[in-house]
């Protein structure tokens, strides 16, 4: 069995190679991601929002190539403008620049890029490695899941995501994420075709189209808040040679495989992302340091943990969304809405559907990692020029990006109305301090809460006492509970005093 | 004010949009069938549409109602109260960043609702780029500032235009009358902000503006249109142009 997988594995590493025009498309999405991310203002998720209209047309595995080498590149590409300028290119490297620009400012920054790379190609690859062991696994027992749990699946990704990501009240996450479920709404209902939300306008009747929404949410935003800003572009540190410091990376393989397992473990939560990854990967190495006066002073240990953790992340956000068909970072909700797009249905069908599909994701994210560090290693000297373009220059562009991948998918101007709306409100939200992730993770999951809970209830005949019967149902609804209740004031205060009785009482 | 103060006070306005939104979208949700037929199915409350929307209507509408205590409890609510007591009718100094966020939304909103349906992809895309780019990269709040009047008013104009009417009726005597308006508009644009420019010394950014704003559609259409084959929102003349010239060469 396990000899057949790598079988299958090695067939698609093959045939991927083996094809010049993958090889381009490999290496030109991978170079395209690490732009994005290396551009302030810039995502991932909105590198594979632009790049899903413009690999529609594509062959399938083309596409998904460009989709996940922007993906990976996008992600690791933050580390530049993180080190270079101070500036995280994505939330994802915010932690970076804390120790990576003083590395800069030392005259270390090409070992410091050297090392981000290194550390983030390490990080895709064991993130691949855990994608292809527990998404088989997972869709196996997510096969036993009824409609039930799929409603509370959806409802606890929203719930997790407004809970984790929230800067202010945790509240505001889930305001966030319910707004996302309204906006899924939307459109004649999945069941009885019935308009809902409609105006009676008949350009809503099919609902709010993925790739728009997503758009506006993660495009408009960026570019009102940077050009609000206004401000003059940072010149980048110099750089001098950029180098692989392997015996950095061998002296620190334990902060690598628990910054790894950091990153995977929180990009399986639903609607997080690499932005926690590497933040709690940084706690995380700075509180089992001996000396954690130096992190925040140019300490190489915290950016191999950050970086490890944010690309290792990759794979963790693959997991849910592969086999229950749930993402797990807003880039992996746009990855979605471009699997939907080219026929594929992630979830516990996909490997009866597409049974060689998550060995075909493995190679992609193998080959990904072995063309990000190349990229990185060989070009980023080029791709600093990049970091000179004035953000007054390129976020117009983006903005006409913006606009006209919206329109290209449906050829609907419709949609063009609709991002910009959308757009405005994620940008009154987030300057409002609530996060988009769970809007986004809401807009996703919609219409699956919503057909799921209407058949359940069909099934059981209106009851919901299936959920108290069934253990997976049941673990998931006493995790939303707590998750909800634990944030009550009363709950909070509740564990400050259990923790108190626990802690030892100072000498008398 | 502190950052925090300002955010319990926006706190309040929108947890009183949010219940109001709500209060909404629970009395369209009891307006679907719960329990009446509809396309000849007998409902059953728990089939019924409006059960998703109702779950959501009763969290928002309890979540906002937590916003509301809360920013009443922190004070946001009295301080909004008192500071619009105090500031309401005296003037206010609009700040460079509320200059930029109507600029912003301007050229944004014309763009995609005014003239992207009606004038020429290219125009469009030249059109907005170059306004775009040029208010912001000659970093000259007074540049800024008239540039976005003379822009806001070109655009009130032409919405009059096309809520009037006329543009149809000038349309429909000649299809590309206002690609041609346009056209000379840019130029027009183009010319008198070189002049600007040179009096401010930074040629090289107007260089780069003019450059930017052809060079991205010239470079986007022919890659959407011939390539990708994505029939774009409105091809005018430049994009007729083109089209005789792709096929001569093709």
């Given at each position: 069995?396990i000899?057949?997988?790598l079988m299958?594995f090695?067939?698609?590493?093959?045939?991927?190679?083996?094809?010049?025009v993958?090889?381009?498309?490999?290496?030109?999405?991978?170079?395209m991601?690490?732009?994005?991310?290396?551009?302030p203002?810039?995502t991932?998720?909105?590198?594979?929002?632009?790049l899903?209209?413009?690999?529609?047309?594509?062959?399938?595995?083309?596409?998904?190539?460009?989709?996940?080498?922007v993906?990976?590149?996008?992600?690791?590409?933050?580390s530049?403008?993180?080190?270079?300028?101070?500036?995280?290119?994505?939330?994802?490297?915010?932690?970076?620049?804390l120790?990576?620009?003083?590395?800069?400012?030392?005259?270390e920054?090409?070992r410091?890029?050297g090392?981000t790379?290194?550390?983030?190609a390490?990080?895709?690859?064991?993130?691949?490695?855990f994608?292809?062991?527990?998404?088989?696994?997972?869709?196996?027992?997510?096969l036993?899941?009824?409609?039930?749990?799929?409603?509370?699946?959806?409802?606890?990704?929203?719930?997790?995501?407004g809970?984790l990501?929230?800067?202010?009240?945790?509240?505001?996450?889930?305001?966030?994420?319910l707004?996302g479920?309204?906006?899924?709404?939307?459109?004649?209902?999945?069941?009885q075709?019935y308009p809902?939300?409609?105006?009676?306008?008949?350009n809503?009747?099919?609902?709010?189209?993925?790739?728009p929404?997503?758009l506006?949410?993660?495009?408009?935003?960026?570019i009102?808040?940077?050009?609000?800003?206004?401000?003059?572009?940072?010149?980048?540190?110099s750089?001098?040679?950029?180098?692989?410091?392997?015996?950095?990376?061998?002296?620190?393989?334990?902060?690598?495989?628990?910054s790894?397992?950091?990153?995977?473990?929180?990009g399986?939560?639903?609607?997080i992302?690499e932005?926690?990854?590497?933040?709690?990967?940084?706690?995380?190495?700075?509180?089992?340091?001996?000396?954690?006066?130096?992190?925040?002073?140019?300490?190489?240990?915290?950016?191999?943990?950050?970086?490890?953790?944010?690309n290792?992340?990759?794979?963790?956000?693959?997991?849910?969304?592969?086999?229950?068909g749930?993402?797990?970072?807003?880039p992996?909700?746009m990855?979605?809405?471009?699997?939907?797009?080219?026929?594929v249905?992630?979830?516990?069908?996909l490997?009866i559907?597409?049974?060689t599909?998550?060995?075909?994701?493995?190679?992609?994210?193998?080959?990904?990692?072995?063309?990000?560090?190349?990229?990185?290693?060989?070009?980023?000297?080029?791709?600093?020029?990049?970091?000179?373009i004035?953000?007054?220059?390129?976020?117009?562009?983006?903005?006409?990006?913006?606009?006209i991948g919206?329109?290209?998918?449906?050829?609907?101007?419709?949609?063009?109305?609709?991002?910009l709306?959308i757009?405005?409100?994620?940008?009154?939200?987030?300057e409002?301090?609530?996060?988009?992730?769970?809007?986004?993770?809401?807009?996703?999951?919609?219409?699956?809460?919503?057909?799921?809970?209407?058949?359940a209830?069909?099934?059981?005949e209106?009851?919901?006492?299936?959920?108290?019967?069934?253990?997976?149902a049941?673990?998931?609804?006493?995790?939303?509970?707590?998750t909800?209740?634990?944030?009550?004031?009363?709950?909070?205060?509740?564990?400050?005093?259990?923790?108190?009785?626990?802690?030892?009482?100072?000498?008398? | 004010?502190?950052?925090?103060?300002?955010?319990?006070?926006?706190?309040?306005?929108?947890?009183?949009?949010?219940?109001?939104?709500s209060?909404?979208?629970?009395?369209?949700?009891?307006?679907?069938?719960?329990?009446?037929?509809?396309?000849?199915?007998?409902?059953?409350?728990?089939?019924?549409?409006?059960?998703?929307?109702?779950?959501?209507?009763?969290?928002?509408?309890?979540l906002?109602i937590?916003l509301l205590?809360?920013?009443?409890?922190?004070?946001?609510?009295?301080?909004?109260?008192?500071?619009?007591r105090?500031?309401?009718?005296?003037?206010k100094?609009?700040?460079?960043?509320?200059?930029?966020?109507?600029?912003?939304?301007?050229a944004l909103?014309?763009?995609?609702?005014?003239?992207i349906?009606?004038?020429?992809?290219?125009?469009?895309?030249?059109?907005?780029?170059?306004?775009?780019?040029a208010?912001?990269?000659?970093?000259?709040?007074?540049?800024?500032?008239?540039y976005?009047?003379?822009?806001?008013?070109g655009?009130?104009?032409?919405?009059?235009?096309?809520?009037?009417?006329?543009?149809?009726?000038?349309?429909?005597?000649?299809?590309?009358?206002?690609?041609?308006v346009?056209?000379?508009?840019?130029?027009?644009?183009?010319?008198?902000v070189?002049?600007?420019a040179?009096r401010l010394?930074?040629?090289?950014?107007?260089r780069?503006?003019?450059?930017?704003?052809?060079?991205?559609?010239?470079?986007l259409?022919p890659?959407?249109?011939y390539?990708?084959?994505?029939?774009?929102?409105?091809?005018?003349?430049?994009?007729?142009?083109m089209n005789?010239?792709?096929?001569?060469?093709?």
């Amino acid at each position: 069995m396990i000899f057949n997988q790598l079988m299958i594995f090695g067939n698609e590493l093959l045939h991927m190679l083996s094809s010049p025009v993958n090889i381009l498309i490999l290496f030109g999405s991978v170079l395209m991601g690490i732009i994005f991310g290396a551009l302030p203002g810039l995502t991932a998720t909105l590198g594979v929002a632009l790049l899903t209209t413009l690999t529609y047309g594509m062959d399938q595995g083309m596409a998904l190539t460009a989709l996940l080498g922007v993906y990976v590149g996008g992600v690791y590409g933050g580390s530049y403008s993180a080190i270079l300028i101070n500036i995280p290119g994505t939330a994802a490297a915010a932690a970076t620049a804390l120790d990576g620009y003083p590395l800069a400012l030392k005259g270390e920054g090409g070992r410091a890029l050297g090392l981000t790379t290194t550390a983030s190609a390490i990080g895709t690859f064991i993130g691949m490695f855990f994608v292809v062991t527990l998404s088989p696994v997972i869709s196996q027992l997510a096969l036993n899941f009824t409609s039930f749990e799929f409603f509370l699946l959806a409802l606890f990704g929203i719930i997790i995501s407004g809970t984790l990501t929230s800067q202010d009240l945790v509240f505001k996450g889930w305001i966030s994420g319910l707004i996302g479920l309204f906006l899924a709404m939307i459109g004649r209902d999945l069941l009885q075709s019935y308009p809902r939300f409609t105006m009676g306008l008949i350009n809503l009747d099919g609902g709010l189209d993925v790739v728009p929404v997503l758009l506006g949410a993660f495009g408009i935003p960026q570019i009102i808040q940077v050009l609000k800003e206004d401000n003059e572009s940072s010149e980048a540190q110099s750089i001098g040679k950029v180098f692989p410091d392997f015996r950095t990376i061998a002296k620190n393989i334990p902060h690598i495989v628990r910054s790894a397992l950091i990153g995977v473990g929180i990009g399986a939560v639903p609607g997080i992302g690499e932005d926690i990854a590497g933040w709690v990967s940084y706690g995380a190495a700075k509180n089992s340091s001996k000396h954690p006066e130096t992190f925040g002073k140019g300490e190489v240990v915290a950016v191999i943990s950050t970086e490890t953790a944010n690309n290792a992340c990759i794979g963790g956000a693959m997991i849910p969304l592969l086999s229950l068909g749930v993402p797990g970072s807003p880039p992996a909700a746009m990855l979605l809405g471009a699997l939907m797009l080219h026929g594929v249905q992630p979830g516990p069908m996909l490997s009866i559907d597409h049974p060689t599909f998550i060995l075909q994701i493995t190679a992609i994210l193998l080959l990904a990692s072995a063309a990000m560090w190349i990229c990185g290693i060989y070009l980023s000297k080029q791709v600093i020029k990049i970091l000179r373009i004035p953000t007054q220059v390129f976020m117009p562009i983006i903005a006409v990006l913006c606009v006209i991948g919206s329109y290209a998918l449906g050829m609907r101007i419709f949609n063009l109305y609709l991002m910009l709306p959308i757009g405005i409100l994620a940008y009154t939200l987030t300057e409002m301090e609530y996060p988009i992730a769970p809007l986004v993770i809401g807009v996703i999951l919609g219409p699956m809460a919503d057909s799921s809970l209407r058949r359940a209830l069909m099934v059981s005949e209106g009851s919901f006492m299936p959920i108290f019967q069934r253990p997976v149902a049941l673990t998931l609804l006493i995790i939303i509970l707590i998750t909800i209740f634990s944030q009550t004031k009363f709950m909070k205060m509740f564990f400050e005093s259990i923790s108190k009785l626990f802690k030892k009482k100072p000498a008398a | 004010m502190s950052e925090k103060k300002k955010l319990r006070e926006s706190d309040f306005i929108t947890s009183l949009v949010l219940i109001i939104f709500s209060i909404w979208e629970l009395i369209t949700s009891f307006g679907m069938p719960m329990t009446e037929s509809y396309a000849g199915v007998n409902n059953v409350w728990y089939v019924a549409p409006s059960l998703l929307p109702i779950f959501i209507g009763v969290c928002l509408f309890g979540l906002g109602i937590a916003l509301l205590i809360n920013s009443i409890r922190t004070g946001g609510a009295r301080s909004l109260i008192t500071r619009f007591r105090r500031d309401g009718n005296a003037d206010k100094k609009i700040s460079e960043g509320t200059i930029n966020l109507l600029l912003i939304l301007v050229a944004l909103c014309s763009f995609v609702y005014l003239v992207i349906p009606r004038i020429d992809f290219f125009l469009s895309i030249t059109n907005f780029l170059f306004f775009f780019i040029a208010s912001f990269y000659f970093q000259d709040l007074k540049f800024k500032r008239q540039y976005g009047l003379a822009y806001s008013l070109g655009m009130l104009i032409f919405a009059i235009l096309v809520i009037s009417g006329a543009f149809g009726v000038l349309n429909s005597l000649f299809r590309y009358t206002f690609d041609v308006v346009f056209l000379i508009a840019i130029l027009v644009q183009i010319f008198t902000v070189r002049k600007i420019a040179v009096r401010l010394g930074i040629k090289d950014r107007f260089r780069v503006s003019w450059i930017v704003s052809l060079a991205t559609p010239a470079l986007l259409v022919p890659v959407f249109r011939y390539l990708l084959l994505v029939q774009l929102p409105r091809e005018g003349g430049i994009i007729l142009l083109m089209n005789l010239l792709y096929y001569a060469i093709k």
